[in-house]
Each structure stands twice: as C-alpha cells, then as structure tokens.
C-alpha cells in the first residue's frame, strides 16, 4: 500500500468518525483532486501531484492534515 491509498483511508475514517455526509464530502473532494478517492485501491502507484492535490483538498474540505 502506498501513501496515495493511505491518504484516501484516513479520508474515509475521518469522514465515518466526524459523521458527515458521504456523498457531498467525496463529492466536495473529488471536484478538488480530479477524480473519486474511493477508487484508489492499495496497489495503484503513488503519484506526486495526485498526493499533493489530496492533502490540499483533505485540508481546505475537512480541516484534516495529512502527512
């Protein structure tokens, strides 16, 4: 598993443990990152500017800082 998976599980988890609407927060972060966080599956490779977008959309969407 790579870090871009990792990023997108701790998505879901804080989504889950915050109770906040799936659809509209996936949705909020899709439309920041380009494409839907819960079709990144554990052996899809890490991409540098996928990451980066991730961790801007998880922090500008949620308040949620990835490292």
Known sequence: MGKLY???Q????H???NN???????GAIAMKVG???TLVK???PDDAEKIERLRD???EV???RLY
Do not use: H, M, S
Request: glycine letters at 4%; aromatic letters at 10%; charged letters at 35%.
């Open 6 to 8: 990792d990023y997108t």
């Open 10 to 13: 701790r998505i879901q988890q």
């Open 15 to 17: 989504i889950e443990e």
């Open 20 to 26: 906040l609407d799936v659809f509209k927060t996936r």
């Open 35 to 37: 494409f839907i966080v």
């Open 42 to 44: 554990p052996d899809d």
């Open 57 to 59: 959309a998880a922090k």
């Open 62 to 64: 949620l308040g949620l």
